[in-house]
T-cell receptor, first 111, second 115 residues
Framework: GQQVMQIPQYQHVQEGEDFTTYCNSSTTLSNIQWYKQRPGGHPVFLIQLVKSGEVKKQKRLTFQFGEAKKNSSLHITATQTTDVGTYFCAGNGGGANNLFFGTGTRLTVIP | GAVVSQHPSRVICKSGTSVKIECRSLDFQATTMFWYRQFPKKSLMLMATSNEGSKATYEQGVEKDKFLINHASLTLSTLTVTSAHPEDSSFYIC???????????FGSGTRLTVV
């Protein structure tokens, strides 16, 4: 079955430091989405990447989709305490309508 | 827009009883809804895809008779955990996608504790 792995599993950073999480799929993805889940909350959509090699930016967040459409990354510049949460990548392959979530990276930002 | 409401947010039940969780799309119609289960500090595991007017599609390893799904209307899907046991204790989340949008919207989740 489809597997989507993320590394690292946990990341503690000092406020102001950068953070990156990497997402790798066992199969080629038609698109990839990123979600953020705050502690005790539910996942909230951040962005979708569709094209091979695509790069998108949202303020301090930079998202990349690999050339082979099997991996992706999320980079946060100068983290803030509001960035705390778990970041999940999620993809669906082929004609599948459902999302398979990555294992997630839990970010802790130390003030 | 694209709001999904899930109830209850928390439920405690005794072993052997059944619990029903509702997931509603408030401002859009959803022919398909998805049910996930999340263990503490873990990822979301897709349990099943709920299809309006037809049978749900369950992921491998998910017991159909244990987790009953009904999607009787375009705005409501229910998940019933039957004969609940302590190992069923978990965080259950539903999601749906408004066809006008690319992303999936999640309910606020239901924390089930079976004692």
């Amino acid at each position: 079955g489809q597997q989507v792995m993320q590394i690292p599993q946990y990341q503690h950073v000092q406020e102001g430091e950068d953070f990156t999480t990497y997402c790798n799929s066992s199969t080629t993805l038609s698109n990839i989405q990123w979600y953020k889940q705050r502690p005790g909350g539910h996942p909230v959509f951040l962005i979708q990447l569709v094209k091979s090699g695509e790069v998108k930016k949202q303020k301090r967040l930079t998202f990349q989709f690999g050339e082979a459409k099997k991996n992706s990354s999320l980079h946060i510049t100068a983290t803030q305490t509001t960035d705390v949460g778990t970041y999940f990548c999620a993809g669906n392959g082929g004609g599948a309508n459902n999302l398979f979530f990555g294992t997630g990276t839990r970010l802790t930002v130390i003030p | 827009g694209a709001v999904v409401s899930q109830h209850p947010s928390r439920v405690i039940c005794k072993s052997g009883t059944s619990v029903k969780i509702e997931c509603r799309s408030l401002d859009f119609q959803a022919t398909t809804m998805f049910w996930y289960r999340q263990f503490p500090k873990k990822s979301l595991m897709l349990m099943a895809t709920s299809n309006e007017g037809s049978k749900a599609t369950y992921e491998q390893g998910v017991e159909k008779d244990k987790f009953l799904i009904n999607h009787a209307s375009l705005t409501l899907s229910t998940l019933t955990v039957t004969s609940a046991h302590p190992e069923d204790s978990s965080f259950y989340i539903c999601s749906a996608r408004d066809s006008a949008r690319v992303y999936y919207t999640f309910g606020s989740g239901t924390r089930l504790t079976v004692v």
